[in-house]
């Protein structure tokens, strides 16, 4: 009698698979000579999962240049993040909130999807120092450079920016470049006063954006107490106005996460939590 042994399943996953092929130099060549060197990395793992799917010659093509899309995509963001002065650092992945931040996590939920840049909406990210409204703002517009242009600056540089602007007759272009940005990040903004060459341009800027471009702005302060911080109330009342008007609101509230990060602190922290645990 002749017996059959049957295969387990992953035993015969592993033979369909077969053994990772080489690339030879003659492929890497050619891979280069196309700009598709990236494809190098996983093409032996791509090749040994179009044999066990048993994929077509078409299918297996369409799976490269997928490949391929998204890693030109990846890379094209990355410069265009750079260009836009956006901390690479400062992504949702790298978002580690304390258990202890305050906010309105479904609003924030609703940020991350663009919806407010679709509709020309602002975004107000307010509250005390060190809660994080920088990291947020730089990660909202790390999801929008892939699709959107972006500008993110610091108030106080923007507005140096300007200045500097005047003296070579470059104004009229820097502004027509800050308001045809789809996402307009001013960050810390009202953190000092502002004399009477940033109120006025503060005020341009908002009343050519309005309606238009969506402005990200983060503060330590209330748009109520932004009046207090510029020469000029009436500019700066209107250009509140236009501002807040079409804005969403995310507040956040709590302690500083950079006091957690003073030497020692840490250690503290863990040891406060384990106590916590043991009772």
């Known amino acids: ?140 517009g790390h999801t929008a450079i892939r699709r959107r242009t972006v500008i993110a600056s610091r108030a106080d540089k923007l507005f140096t920016r300007l200045r500097a602007a005047r003296l070579d007759n470059t104004l009229a272009a820097e502004m027509r470049r800050l308001a045809r940005a789809d996402v307009l990040i001013l960050d810390d903004f009202a953190l000092r006063a502002l004399d009477a060459t940033e109120t006025n341009d503060f005020y341009e800027l908002v009343v050519e954006r309005h309606g238009k471009a969506s402005t990200i702005v983060t503060s330590n302060r209330e748009p109520a107490e932004w009046l207090t911080m510029t020469s000029d109330a009436l500019l700066a009342q209107s250009a509140i106005d236009r501002l807040t008007s079409r804005a969403h609101t995310l507040i956040i509230q709590g302690p500083s996460y950079r006091q957690r990060q003073r030497p020692g602190q840490r250690a503290g922290l863990d040891a406060a939590s384990q106590a916590d645990d043991a009772h």
């Not at 002749?2 to 891979?31: C, H, V, W």
């Not at 000579?33 to 799917?53: I, Q, V």
């Not at 490949?67 to 993040?81: F, K």
């Not at 909130?97 to 840049?117: G, K, M, V």
């Open 1 to 140: 009698m002749t017996t059959t042994t049957t295969e387990p399943a992953s035993t015969r996953t592993t033979k369909q698979a077969g053994p990772i092929d080489p690339i030879s130099s003659d492929l890497t060549s050619i891979l280069r000579a196309l700009k598709l060197g990236g494809l190098k990395d996983t093409l032996p793992e791509r090749l040994a999962l179009a044999r066990s799917r048993k994929m077509g010659h078409a299918a297996f093509l369409e799976l490269l240049l997928s490949d391929e899309v998204s890693r030109r995509e990846s890379r094209s963001a990355t410069l265009r993040a750079k260009t836009a002065g956006l901390d690479p650092a400062m992504r949702w992945d790298t978002w580690a909130e304390p258990d202890d931040l305050r906010y309105d996590r479904q609003l924030l939920s609703d940020l991350t999807s663009l919806a407010f840049a679709e509709a020309g909406h602002g975004v107000l990210i307010l509250g005390p120092v060190g809660v994080g409204k920088t990291h947020l703002a730089h990660a909202l």
